[in-house]
């Protein structure tokens, strides 16, 4: 008897063993298939802008993000932000007596890769095109709907394509206003980091004309706008529309190539089919690492008011999307692994006719995991 309670028992350990082996590999089977990331960085900003007081702000962003593998075709991308509800910005500034502050997910989206070099998006995701910068759009930008991306290996060179389709407002009485975009480029490769891009790109924006503006109904962030003004009890209300359409055609080039030390230059072109005028950007950028660990940089930018869409340019470096036109240097330093500071001086003009004069001081301590 005892003989056998004994039998019972080793054998019930051993199968609680397979249990718990089998759970174990269970459990670093779905650690592989997660990949976590993230980000914090500390901001100090000073804004002096013509005929203004400067203001001075402190600011701090962090994002984590998360990319799991689902199976060998999809994986899934959820990206959690310190946020004000700002499409392009997810700084927060100290401010309000040490109150809580709110983050949202600022990308929920899935890509499944049925074939090679075949990807698709859908819901709310990374910029699925080729920017060598931000003249467009903000590089914080996560547009929402989908998009099909494909890379094709030539011999030296990939030959990139791109189409998507955007929602940018749903409205249940009238059309939705969408972003639609299609690219080709044709990146050119020497070597394992050297290349040339070069390639073209439209974003049509559809029922942007005549509509409310976009984020901030009193605020058209450089474009052009005309005023509907409706009474109702004898109470007159104005809104803002914007005065036109968004069809944007961009050319652009990037290098990359080893000059003794890694040497990064770009430019982008483009023209807003839909503007009668003030149509035109353009923007040229270069920058360089240099031996221990520092970096320095240039962008110069020029934006006609209706050359792109203002609530979705960047707006951090002068205050306004369009009608700007400036210079950024930078300087950056490597303080540690994946830890660095970085020091940049915007100035130009707020207003190409007439406009403000405007100096934006940034410095930022960022680190990374």
């Known amino acids: 008897m ?73 994986k899934a991308t959820l990206r959690l932000v310190t946020n004000t509800g700002d499409p392009i910005s997810d700084n927060q500034t100290m401010d309000e007596a040490f109150n809580d502050k709110n983050a949202a997910f600022d990308r929920v989206f899935f890509t499944y890769t049925p074939v090679e070099p075949m990807s698709l998006r859908f819901g709310k995701m990374s910029q699925p095109w080729v920017a060598v910068d931000d003249l467009v759009m903000s590089a914080d930008v996560n547009p929402e709907g989908l998009a099909a991306n494909a890379k094709l290996p030539l011999g030296g060179m990939d030959l990139l394509a791109h189409g998507g389709a955007f929602v940018i407002d749903e409205r249940s009485a009238d059309d939705e206003t969408m972003l639609y975009s299609g690219q080709v480029a044709a990146k050119f490769n020497f070597g394992k980091k050297d290349f040339v891009m070069l390639g073209g790109t439209i974003y049509a924006y559809d029922n942007v004309e005549g509509t409310g503006l976009q984020y901030d109904p009193a605020k058209s962030f450089g474009n052009s706008t005309t005023k509907k003004v409706t009474t109702k009890d004898g109470v007159d209300t104005t809104t803002l529309l914007y005065a036109t359409g968004y069809s944007i055609v961009e050319g652009f080039v990037q290098a990359s190539i080893d000059v003794g030390v890694p040497l990064t230059v770009g430019a982008q072109y483009m023209v807003n089919t839909d503007a009668d005028d003030n149509d035109t950007g353009y923007l040229g950028m270069a920058a360089v690492k240099l031996p221990a660990g520092f970096a320095v940089g240039y962008q110069y930018r020029y934006l006609e008011k209706d050359s792109t869409f203002g609530a ?58």
């Open 2 to 74: 005892k003989t056998l309670v004994m039998t019972g028992l080793m054998t019930g350990a051993m199968a609680l063993g397979a249990v718990a082996q089998e759970k174990a590999a269970e459990k670093v089977s779905w650690a592989d298939s997660i990949k976590l990331s993230g980000d914090a960085r500390f901001r100090y900003q000073n804004t002096a802008e013509e005929d203004k007081e400067d203001r001075e702000r402190w600011r701090f962003r962090g994002r984590i993000g998360l990319d799991g593998k689902v199976n060998d075709e999809v």
């Open 312 to 369: 979705f340019a960047e707006t951090t470096d002068f205050s306004n999307g369009t009608d700007i036109e400036g210079h950024i240097p930078y300087v950056s330093y490597d303080i540690s692994k994946n830890f660095n500071i970085k020091a940049q001086y915007a100035m130009g003009d707020k207003g190409l006719d007439n406009g403000k004069e405007i100096e934006v001081v940034k410095v930022d301590l960022a680190c990374k995991f």
